[in-house]
């Protein structure tokens, strides 16, 4: 027997959200083979088999969220069947099967005792389902469940609330509903559930802002040089690179020369990463999500260049893989496409900074000789943990950023 437990997808990761199930309990499966999918901070992931046999024993429902570690469902070798106490939330790897009962007498069993328990006794719902009943004074043992082994799961919970008041199997008087309080609002407003991505999002930014003492510091970057190296790259047909490419490389060879940028705070002391990892904020219809290119300092303007394409891809397909989503040591938020004058972003722990790209626009400026000039110019804002960052390292830092940026030949070694 081989339990199937909400896996460990990332440093941060705490609890995860099950999407769907791809098989279903009695079905056989293969180590490796994809049995659903799994909803993280960061992204939605294919959930693997740890093992070769029948699916059953199902504890998580679509929709439910629990901590990493808890077992949500078994893989049974032949011979084998749903261990007793299976369901109670505890974990059983380990326990030898039953030789006297198979997967589905036990579930029959706990059926016929009661529509709704689990073999110890406790009912077995999803805790949404449960959050819904208790919001509304619903006994669950009322409640007939349609989720795998009769699980109560939500729409179970909403329909009884929807019904007339059932007649209780105790007793000959009808179960009380107590019907939620509605939500007073006008014709035009409407209430839109968060997806788990956003939720995740609101909390991580939120915990940032609270948590981090943030400083701002700005400066306008003449591109127009770079303006000219991209065009020379599409004629001579060396394909595209984008403004958002120069200011990766340039961040990584700035954090390269100024490491204690690419750090973090760990209370008595600060940890200086090894690596130079750049996220690339990326935004889906469905949330942000931040891919990293891994070792940017090392690689050329071209090969940041692919990667950070097959990335944003590979973030729209929801393909991103784990590896691919964790480490990284800085950011680069990129809203030059929004037409956009200037933002400040909020940093994405456990990074000491992140910076934050608006719009080019054709600007009047006085050049080296004073004659004013149009020239194209954007401005670019760096957020730092002042934990980490003094003011006057901010401001180098972002000084650096630009002298690479007006320079940009030196960006292409």
Not at 27 to 48: M, N, P, R, W
Not at 152 to 181: H, L, M, N
């Amino acid at each position: 027997m081989t339990e199937v437990i909400m896996p460990k997808m990332g440093d941060g990761m705490e609890e995860g959200t099950l999407l769907e199930w791809l098989k279903k309990p009695g079905e056989k499966v293969k180590t490796g083979e994809v049995i659903g999918s799994i909803q993280t901070d960061k992204a939605t992931l294919e959930l693997e088999a740890p093992g070769t046999g029948v699916f059953d024993g199902v504890l998580l429902d679509a929709g439910g969220t629990v901590p990493v570690g808890q077992p949500i469902a078994l893989i049974l070798k032949d011979g084998e069947s749903i261990p007793a106490g299976w369901g109670s939330g505890a974990s059983v790897s380990g326990a030898s099967a039953t030789a006297t009962s198979t997967p589905e007498t036990v579930v029959a069993s706990a059926v016929v005792e009661q529509p709704t328990a689990s073999a110890s006794g406790r009912v077995k719902a999803s805790p949404l389902a449960r959050k819904i009943a208790s919001d509304n004074g619903i006994d669950l043992s009322t409640v007939e469940g349609t989720g795998p082994g009769g699980r109560i799961v939500e729409k179970d919970v909403q329909a009884f609330v929807g019904a007339a008041a059932p007649v209780s199997a105790s007793s000959s008087k009808p179960v009380t509903v107590t019907p939620p309080t509605p939500i007073i609002a006008k014709a035009e407003d409407q209430v839109v559930p968060l997806n788990k991505l956003r939720q995740i999002t609101a909390k991580r930014t939120s915990e940032s802002k609270q948590q981090v003492p943030h400083f701002y510091v700005t400066l306008e970057v003449n591109v127009e040089r770079i303006l000219e190296l991209r065009s020379m790259f599409e004629k001579d047909n060396s394909g595209k690179v984008s403004i958002n490419d120069f200011v990766v490389k340039a961040c990584a060879l700035a954090l390269r020369e100024m490491p204690i940028v690419n750090s973090t705070y760990q209370g008595a002391n600060l940890l200086e990463f090894g690596n130079v990892n750049i996220g690339i904020a990326v935004a889906l219809d469905s949330g942000l999500t931040v891919p990293v290119v891994a070792g940017a300092d090392v690689l050329s303007l071209r090969a940041i260049s692919s990667k950070v394409k097959e990335l944003a891809k590979k973030a729209k397909d929801n393909k991103l893989g784990m590896d691919e989503l964790s480490g990284s040591t800085f950011t680069v938020s990129n809203m030059g496409m929004l037409d956009v004058d200037n933002f400040v972003a909020i940093i994405n722990q456990p990074a000491a900074a992140i910076v934050a790209i608006a719009s080019v626009r054709k600007k009047a400026i006085v050049d080296a000789n004073d004659q004013i000039v149009v020239q194209s110019c954007m401005n670019i804002t760096g957020s730092f943990d002042h934990r980490v960052v003094d003011g006057a390292v901010g401001a180098k830092f972002m000084n650096v950023v630009r002298g690479y940026l007006e320079s940009p030949t030196r960006l292409l070694s």
